[in-house]
């Protein structure tokens, strides 16, 4: 069992990463690999809106990670994304990457996921709300914790000082772990999945 850890920030040891280490440390405990993979700091171009993705779930823009990434998430059984805050929504790299991640057609249906933001004061439930909403769209389950998955800080430093913060991370590892060995355990008795029905999309022109 896997769980991918996204961190958003260009920082690879600051804020973003120390929460999402706190939960990949929890997941470690609980017997549950883990790879946290930072790709603020990674080239990447927004979403074409080409749809060369329909035809083959895979992005036709190839020079940089999200295939790798489309790839890494199908390995995995569950999924993490953390972002810092950037004007009060998540950082404009992560969001190219979601965007062409999810548009990709390819189906993470049934994987566990959940959202973390990072910020030094405000714009932490906006952010969360704009990443739940890919996992909300993806038939994903969403993974919650004993506060809004938040951790304060400016640097990795200051995210020690928030234990409020550290708990809520610790208690959202145990809570997928949880959830992912529960899945598991369905699985092995013959509990499928639910049929998905074929997408039905309406337009809303007048
Ligand atoms: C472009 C930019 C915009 C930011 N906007 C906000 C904001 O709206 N609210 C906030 O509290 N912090 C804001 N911050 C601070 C970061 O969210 C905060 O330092 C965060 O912990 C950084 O995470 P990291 O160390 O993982 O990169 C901003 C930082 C940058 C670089």
């Not at 990949?24 to 930072?38: D, K, Q, R, S, V």
């Not at 369905?186 to 639910?194: E, I």
């Amino acid at each position: 069992m896997k769980v991918l850890l996204i961190n958003g920030s260009p920082h690879p040891n600051g804020t973003t990463f120390a929460s999402l280490n706190e939960i990949a440390n929890t997941l470690n405990n609980e017997g549950i690999e883990t790879e946290i993979i930072t790709v603020g700091n990674k080239k990447i171009s927004g979403c074409m809106a080409c749809r060369g993705c329909t035809k083959t779930g895979k992005c036709v823009q190839t020079d940089d990670v999200v295939n790798e990434i489309i790839e890494k998430i199908n390995d995995a059984d569950g999924l993490v994304v953390g972002s810092p805050v950037y004007y009060a929504s998540i950082n404009g790299t992560l969001k190219c990457l979601l965007d062409r991640v999810f548009y990709s057609k390819t189906s993470f249906a049934f994987k566990p996921a959940c959202a973390v933001a990072c910020a030094r004061r405000a714009g932490t439930t906006a952010t969360l709300d704009i990443i739940n909403k890919y996992f909300l769209i993806s038939n994903m389950p969403i993974v919650s914790s004993c506060y809004w998955n938040m951790v304060h800080g400016s640097n990795a430093e200051d995210t020690k000082k928030d234990e409020e913060g550290l708990q809520t991370m610790r208690t959202l590892g145990k809570n997928m772990a949880w959830l992912i060995k529960s899945i598991k355990v369905a699985k092995d008795n013959g509990v499928k999945t639910p049929q998905l029905e074929d997408k039905i999309k309406t337009n809303f022109i007048k």
